[in-house]
């Protein structure tokens, strides 16, 4: 079988189940496995890159979406040469992955169509539930199911660790900064997996741009900053940078050095296997004496 990934979710899926060979073509943001990155690239994107300010490129995206241009392209050309028998995209998410229509217009034009699955989890379950279609589609089954069980015995875990605890802190996980969103669809569900209490994102839910004064009345007691498409060193560059307002240096969490900046790309923002790893990231920001290890980095309230 020959696989298109147009999603990092999926390519990550992909290389869990071990069909990494069947792999044909990825897009430009696939960069987990390292292998991954060996892979022809078929798409691309227009917005600005580099040091962008998160205000300017908000603020491209917006235009880009309401326009209907659309974020990303895709390489004709280099799917014609492919010819996939599997094509894994989403419809979900506006600027998570090329527009789902282009990508129905570019496959009509190959000679024998391939099948085309959007897969678009909102919430933990139905993250796992993707691991089981795509192993359905390439016929490995009982490996989907094997990466499944061991994902769901590693979320007990954490569960456990935390079950008992007496105080579940009132946690905020920023998906932008600038403007200021909250974190949806899993994030809220893992915050809770972890041992907290999201104040302002919904489980299931869409993330959603807020104010910094709902921010403020809010009042959280640890906040997680998970921008989307940005590694921990890069959240915390563009942290120093952003145009906070005099409220946010009375916030709890603020106040009391209780903000940690993660990888969204890694274990946050794309909906594959280390989801989970991300339930384990949240609950040492959250329960430090309950569970040990590292992948955030905290900032001085300073």
């Known amino acids: 079988m020959k696989i298109c990934s147009l999603l990092p979710s999926a390519t990550e899926i992909v290389?869990?189940?071990?069909?990494?060979?069947?792999?044909?073509?990825?897009?430009?943001?696939?960069?987990?496995?390292?292998?991954?990155?060996?892979?022809?690239?078929?798409?691309?994107?227009?917005?600005?890159?580099?040091?962008?300010?998160?205000?300017?490129?908000?603020?491209?995206?917006?235009?880009?979406?309401?326009?209907?241009?659309?974020?990303?392209?895709?390489?004709?050309?280099?799917?014609?040469?492919?010819?996939?028998?599997?094509?894994?995209?989403?419809?979900?998410?506006?600027?998570?992955?090329?527009?789902?229509?282009?990508?129905?217009?570019?496959?009509?034009?190959?000679?024998?169509?391939?099948?085309?699955?959007?897969?678009?989890?909102?919430?933990?379950?139905?993250?796992?539930?993707?691991?089981?279609?795509?192993?359905?589609?390439?016929?490995?089954?009982?490996?989907?199911?094997?990466?499944?069980?061991?994902?769901?015995?590693?979320?007990?875990?954490?569960?456990?660790?935390?079950?008992?605890?007496?105080?579940?802190?009132?946690?905020?996980?920023?998906?932008?900064?600038?403007?200021?969103?909250?974190?949806?669809?899993?994030?809220?569900?893992?915050?809770?997996?972890a041992g907290g209490d999201d104040r302002l994102g919904e489980e299931g839910k869409p993330s959603r741009r807020i104010d910094w004064e709902e921010i403020g009345a809010s009042a959280p007691e640890v906040v997680v900053l998970m921008p989307c498409g940005y590694d921990a060193e890069r959240t915390v560059a563009e942290y120093r940078r952003a145009p906070f307002p005099d409220l946010w240096k009375g916030v709890p969490a603020v106040k009391s050095g209780r903000v940690s900046a993660v990888d969204a790309n890694a274990y946050f923002s794309r909906p594959g296997p280390r989801i989970v790893e991300g339930i384990e990231i949240l609950g040492r920001i959250l329960h430090p004496d309950r569970l040990s290890g590292g992948g955030f980095m905290c900032l001085d309230p300073s």
Request: proline share 8%.
């Open 15 to 193: 290389y869990a189940l071990g069909l990494g060979d069947s792999l044909r073509a990825v897009t430009h943001e696939c960069d987990f496995p390292p292998e991954a990155k060996e892979r022809p690239t078929i798409t691309s994107s227009i917005l600005p890159g580099g040091e962008a300010l998160p205000g300017v490129v908000d603020g491209e995206v917006r235009r880009l979406v309401e326009s209907g241009e659309g974020i990303y392209r895709i390489d004709g050309d280099l799917l014609q040469a492919i010819q996939p028998d599997l094509i894994l995209t989403q419809k979900l998410c506006e600027v998570c992955a090329v527009n789902y229509d282009d990508v129905i217009s570019a496959a009509r034009l190959l000679p024998d169509p391939p099948r085309i699955i959007s897969l678009e989890p909102t919430s933990i379950e139905e993250i796992l539930e993707t691991i089981r279609t795509v192993g359905r589609l390439a016929d490995c089954e009982e490996r989907a199911e094997e990466v499944v069980q061991d994902l769901r015995d590693r979320i007990e875990r954490v569960s456990q660790a935390v079950g008992d605890v007496s105080h579940r802190p009132g946690t905020l996980c920023l998906e932008w900064l600038d403007p200021p969103m909250v974190g949806g669809h899993w994030v809220p569900e893992m915050v809770r997996c």
